[in-house]
């Protein structure tokens, strides 16, 4: 191996430990020092040279990762980092095609039980793919500020989302999507639709549907924003919980990456999210069920948003809440509380 002069780079997860047990170094920003010098004080704490990243192989997933890394490179000088890919579940799934996402954690377990091991230090995820029930012994140490939470409508006509055809196909996997598609546009096709970002907008140019629905962060942080047709509001579309922002998970016990991830944490986006996922945790929801939160913060002020719906759109309970108290899973637990009153368990119970 050869340092890589101020970059990261990529070792598959199960060949990392051989790889470093056989090169007996240890790769920094700007160089390689001997194996066995590999700590530097920050603070009152031995930080690691070597901080070993843990995410999924995706373009995307790749894509954020380094978003993050370059952020603690900015923050914390002299400190490297080793991007480990890791395949999970999900992965798997889309690389076959299948349908059948069931279960939780399909994009997470894997790489939570790397972080346990030790076989990372920290670990990046779209936030929204991150269940509200993590493992023991996983924290979230860092929250990323927040992209454009919006989804966005790429259609081959270029017709916007109300200028759709009836009958026009619609490609999306998320039932979230789907019911709000549905109970906006009921005259539309909404079809399944699996795969990457990048596959993903190769079925529709190739005509498997006339539109499709994706995130606009994703699209953002790979530089692709330029396919969108238009930017869905959040009043046809409420995102999912979590939407456009990242988060990055560390062991409870690692007091030195908890430090180091400190200084990346956005307390802005940080609020906003804890309060969407107290909201579907007091739901018991996951990304299988059709609900959506969006949280923003107004100096001291949390705003949130929640909808649950049914799978074909033809009921739907939505309500906003504005609150000033400090603490926002009890902000998003209230609106939880609120839609249940207006019906929104019984929509659960049937989905």
């Known amino acids: 191996m050869s340092a890589r002069n101020d970059e990261s780079f990529c070792v598959p997860a199960d060949s990392l430990s051989a790889q470093l047990q056989t090169a007996g170094r240890c790769f920094l920003l700007g160089g390689v020092l001997p194996a066995g010098n590999e700590t530097r004080k920050l603070g009152k704490l031995a930080m690691k040279n070597l901080v070993r990243v843990g995410t999924r192989g995706s373009q995307l997933a790749l894509a954020q990762t380094k978003l993050v890394v370059e952020s603690l490179k900015h923050t914390v000088k002299g400190v490297g980092y080793e991007i480990v890919t890791i395949r999970t579940k999900g992965d798997k799934m889309n690389e076959s095609g299948s349908s059948a996402m069931e279960g939780k954690s399909l994009f997470t377990e894997e790489i939570e039980e790397a972080l346990l091991k030790g076989q990372v230090d920290m670990a990046v995820h779209s936030m929204k793919d991150l269940t509200t029930d993590m493992q023991v012994g996983v924290i979230v140490g860092a929250v990323i500020e927040r992209e454009d939470a919006r989804d966005v409508l790429i259609s081959r006509s270029k017709k916007k989302f109300q200028q759709l055809q009836g009958g026009a196909s619609v490609g999306t996997r998320s039932p979230r999507r789907r019911a709000q598609l549905l109970a906006a546009r009921g005259d539309l096709q909404i079809a399944e639709m699996h795969g990457n970002v990048d596959t993903r907008l190769r079925k529709l140019e190739m005509g498997e549907y006339d539109a499709i ?139």
């Open 213 to 351: 629905v994706l995130a606009a962060a994703g699209l953002i942080r790979l530089g692709l924003d330029r396919h969108v047709t238009e930017f869905l509001s959040t009043g046809v579309l409420l995102p999912a919980v979590g939407q456009g922002a990242l988060a990055v998970q560390c062991r409870e016990d690692d007091d030195e990456i908890k430090e180091l991830l400190s200084h990346i944490d956005d307390k802005v986006t940080r609020r906003a999210v804890e309060a969407e996922r107290a909201f579907a945790r007091k739901l018991g929801a996951d990304c299988h069920t059709p609900v959506a939160a969006y949280a923003r913060v107004e100096s001291s002020k949390l705003t949130i948003d929640g909808m649950v719906a049914a799978l074909n759109g033809r009921m739907l309970v939505r309500s906003q809440i504005t609150s000033i108290n400090p603490d926002p899973e009890k902000v998003g637990e209230e609106l939880a509380e609120s839609l249940l009153e207006k019906g929104a368990g019984a929509i659960l119970e049937a989905a």
